[in-house]
C-alpha cells in the first residue's frame, strides 16, 4: 500500500568542501516557495522537490541552481550535475485491518 503521490524534482552535486547545513535547507525552501520537508542533503547530493508554483517557474527559466546559490550564498559553480529524479516509494508494512475498531 501507497500513500501520498510521489514528488518529482532535482538532484544537484555540492562541490567538495561546501557544508551545507539545516539551516541552508531552510533558507533554500522559502527561496523556492517548497517546504522544508521538500529540501534536503545527503552524501553531497542536494535534492529539491518541485512542489510549488514559484519553484515550477524557477526551473521553467533553467535557475534552479541559480536561486539555490543565491539562498546559501555560495557559487553557482558550485553546483553541478543536475538531474530529474522521482522519490522512490516507500511500503507500508502493516495491515490496515489492525486498526480497525471492534465496536
Known amino acids: 500500500m501507497y500513500g501520498l503521490p510521489l514528488r518529482k524534482g532535482f538532484t544537484l552535486k555540492v562541490k567538495q568542501g561546501i557544508h ?16 522544508e520537508n521538500d529540501v534536503f542533503i545527503k552524501d553531497g547530493v542536494l535534492t529539491v ?3 510549488s508554483a514559484t519553484c515550477q517557474e524557477i526551473i ?5 541552481a541559480i536561486f539555490i546559490a ?3 550564498d555560495i557559487s553557482p559553480d558550485d553546483l553541478s550535475d543536475l538531474k530529474a529524479v522521482e522519490e522512490e516509494p516507500m511500503k507500508m508494512d502493516f ?6 475498531d471492534d465496536d
Open 60 to 64: 521553467d527559466d533553467n535557475a534552479l
Open 70 to 72: 543565491m539562498a546559501v
Open 49 to 51: 522537490y518541485n512542489t
Open 20 to 35: 551545507l547545513n539545516r539551516p541552508d535547507m531552510h533558507e533554500i525552501a522559502e527561496e523556492l516557495g517548497v517546504t
Open 95 to 100: 495491515d490496515l485491518a489492525d486498526f480497525e
